[in-house]
């Protein structure tokens, strides 16, 4: 990707939806409820403090993050469509170790 978020933006890829209800129904793309959860592919440098300092983002690119339902804003990169939005958007981050531990 040749794009690069400035301040404290980051770029998110949107996890995939499920195409299966819990009881096998499969539900068309257009009912389909958007995840909340997507992987960081960028981020910026950081915001800058009252004195002007930068102060770096606690996300990296790789994180697995959870986002509010109306953040950010939807745009298409490299003919992939992509979430850019600022860290304060921002829920929290997935551990996906834990997740495989539970799964086991």
Same mark, same amino acid.
């Given at each position: 990707?040749?794009?690069?978020?400035?301040?404290?933006?980051?770029?998110?890829?949107?996890?995939?939806?499920?195409?299966?209800?819990?009881?096998?129904?499969?539900?068309?793309?257009?009912?389909?409820? @958007?995840?909340?959860?997507? %992987? !960081?592919?960028?981020? &910026?440098?950081?915001?800058?403090?009252?004195?002007? =300092?930068?102060?770096?983002?606690?996300?990296?690119?790789?994180?697995?993050?959870?986002?509010? @339902?109306?953040?950010?804003? %939807? !745009?298409?990169?490299? &003919?992939?469509?992509?979430?850019?939005?600022?860290? =304060?958007?921002?829920?929290?981050?997935?551990?996906?170790?834990?997740?495989?531990?539970?799964?086991?």
């Amino acid at each position: 990707m040749k794009f690069r978020p400035l301040h404290d933006r980051v770029v998110i890829r949107r996890a995939e939806g499920d195409t299966k209800s819990k009881g096998g129904i499969i539900i068309p793309d257009n009912a389909k409820e @958007k995840p909340q959860e997507g %992987e !960081v592919i960028a981020v &910026g440098p950081g915001a800058r403090d009252e004195n002007g =300092a930068l102060v770096p983002l606690d996300v990296k690119a790789g994180d697995f993050i959870l986002f509010g @339902k109306w953040s950010g804003t %939807e !745009v298409k990169i490299d &003919g992939e469509d992509l979430l850019i939005m600022k860290e =304060a958007d921002i829920m929290g981050v997935i551990d996906k170790t834990v997740e495989a531990k539970k799964a086991a």
